[in-house]
């Protein structure tokens, strides 16, 4: 009798698992219909690295003295060298002619304010800042 029972207890049972399988197969098979009709989705598309040569600073010169773009620049302070050669010569021959007039004071007075001219030149010009502000560039184009 017990066996009576449990098998009119799962006959419900199975007929409802029956009933919920074959309303589900069906919306299935429409979504499988509609999904292969449909076109196929594109894939996600990923930002991807893509490395590349690194652009060169404008106005930066590499170690070669070439300026990007194939122009070479050249400083020179040459002239500035010379110049200040010269008054270092001149106030040495100042210093020697104050030596040698001794004897006349007029001449030795004139010839101090000369190398104080000269001396004061020289501190002006024999320096770093005036090389550079006093420089000649010059660019050639290869």
Do not use: C, F, W
Not at 85 to 97: D, G, H, I, N, P
Request: proline share 6%; glycine share 2%; no cysteine.
């Amino acid at each position: 009798m017990l066996n009576s029972i449990n098998n009119i207890s799962d006959a419900p049972l199975a007929a409802a698992n029956s009933i919920t399988a074959q309303k589900t197969n069906p919306e299935k098979e429409i979504d499988e219909t509609k999904e292969a009709d449909a076109p196929a989705k594109a894939a996600r598309k990923q930002d991807e690295y893509v490395p590349q040569k690194p652009q060169p600073s404008p106005g930066l010169y590499r170690k070669d003295g070439k300026k990007d773009g194939g122009e070479e620049v050249i400083a020179s302070t040459d002239k500035v060298d010379a110049e200040i050669r010269k008054l270092k010569e001149k106030k040495a021959k100042l210093e020697q002619e104050i030596a040698l007039a001794k004897d006349d004071p007029k001449k030795q007075e004139k010839l101090q304010k000369q190398l104080e001219q000269v001396e004061n030149e020289l501190r002006v010009k024999d320096t770093d800042s005036y090389r550079r502000q006093h420089m000649q560039v010059t660019r050639k184009q290869d």
